[in-house]
């Protein structure tokens, strides 16, 4: 005959994990560039609509302007040719950037980054450099059209391997600014648009034919000092104006950018 025991009333012990620390967060450099590398390839399919989107709007500006402006100031011209080119980089680097961080966070993407060992600053960083990757080529093929169209000189077309890539990035701060902020991705939208918009109407009009007003708002749009810089670069070059106004992107980017990772680490806690 079977005899069953008593079952125990005594439980057994709760088990105790140890804890899992997460991985170290890998350097700056290495987590940028491996955000970049990723990024770069998503990016790529759409390389050549929003190049031509962006060179073809610039092109436009300038054939617009072409019979408005008087084409015997050099100023005027000189605007026109520096304002549309850098617009390309607006468009790309303040418009798409605000719509791509806006969207990432409207989807809850941003916390898919909090799993990985990368940092922050790593996670904007790199986000912006991949999309003002594709500025370059309709910066320069915007900027040699514009030359030839109103006559101005190409010798020193290589400012703008320094301008692009420091406007860009201050840029690039305000548009991923925009899109972890905004409560909304159409509002990210929206605020990109109008950046674009400012760019591009601060950036054409010669600076000695603004309203008071309107030359004070000039002073805090970090684009038009790539537009100074890029104008100083003409004709009789005034490289201490070209350093300056470098200069002057440089430190907005690097304030910018700060602010956007404050936003990154804000959005993703939120």
Avoid at 72 to 92: H, I, M
Avoid at 117 to 131: D, E, H, K, N, S
Avoid at 151 to 162: G, H
Wanted: positive net charge.
């Amino acid at each position: 005959m079977k005899v069953s025991t008593p079952l125990s009333t005594e439980t057994a012990p709760p088990r105790v994990f140890a804890a899992v620390e997460p991985a170290p967060a890998t350097p700056l450099w290495a987590g940028l560039l491996t955000v970049y590398r990723a990024q770069l390839s998503r990016v790529r399919v759409s390389r050549v609509p929003l190049l031509f989107v962006a060179v073809f709007q610039s092109v436009g500006i300038m054939i617009l302007m072409r019979g408005v402006v008087d084409t015997g100031s050099d100023t005027a011209r000189e605007a026109v040719v520096a304002g549309s080119s850098v617009l390309v980089v607006a468009f790309v680097a303040l418009n798409l950037l605000a719509q791509h961080f806006g969207t990432l966070r409207a989807a809850n993407a941003l916390d898919y980054y909090l799993t990985l060992p990368v940092r922050p600053a790593a996670v904007v960083l790199g986000i912006a450099a991949a999309y003002a990757s594709f500025t370059l080529p309709g910066t320069v093929a915007t900027a040699v059209i514009g030359a030839l169209m109103f006559q101005l000189p190409l010798a020193n077309l290589w400012v703008l391997l320094l301008v692009v890539p420091l406007s860009g990035a201050a840029l690039a701060g305000i548009g991923a600014v925009f899109g972890l902020l905004a409560p909304r991705p159409e509002l990210a939208t929206l605020l990109g648009q109008l950046g674009m918009s400012v760019a591009l109407l601060l950036g054409v009009i010669p600076e000695d034919r603004m309203p008071g007003p309107i030359g004070l708002a000039r002073d805090v749009l970090p684009s038009s000092y790539g537009v100074d810089a890029f104008i100083a670069s003409y004709g009789d070059p005034d490289w201490a104006a070209v350093a300056g106004n470098l200069a002057v992107c440089a430190a907005v980017g690097v304030v910018m950018l700060s602010l956007a990772t404050w936003s990154f680490r804000r959005s993703t806690r939120a």
